[in-house]
């Protein structure tokens, strides 16, 4: 059984920073690319950020430069640090493990900037 576990998020202040992990289980890990994706309230799912199995990674332009998206083969986790974050970060982010046809999905944790 597949499972993508997210952890991290909570509610911080304009300009703070949180390290979202992600763990999985029932894959091999080391064979999946690994994204992150956040959903806004009243808005659709857009993708935050990704890791390939070589290690490169890839960043939407609204967080390029203040998100820093990583893995760790060994311990089958990804990780998202976020810093300097903005009201507009606010959300639910979600990790993704892709490889072929497979695709699957975590349940999600909250993030809020505000003051």
Wanted: hydrophobic share 35%; glycine share 14%; net charge neutral.
């Amino acid at each position: 059984q597949v499972q993508l576990v997210e952890s991290g998020g909570g509610l911080v202040h304009p300009g703070g920073s949180l390290r979202l992990s992600c763990a999985a289980s029932g894959i091999i890990f080391g064979a999946f690319t690994m994204g992150w994706y956040r959903q806004a309230p009243g808005q659709q799912r857009e993708w935050i950020a990704t890791i390939f199995t070589g290690n490169t990674p890839a960043y939407a332009g609204a967080v390029k430069g203040r998100f820093t998206v990583s893995r760790n083969n060994a311990e089958n986790t990804a990780y998202l640090q976020m810093n300097n974050l903005k009201p507009e970060d606010t959300g639910v982010y979600y990790c993704n493990a892709q490889y072929g046809i497979n695709d699957y999905w975590g349940q999600g944790t909250q993030v809020t900037v505000s003051s």
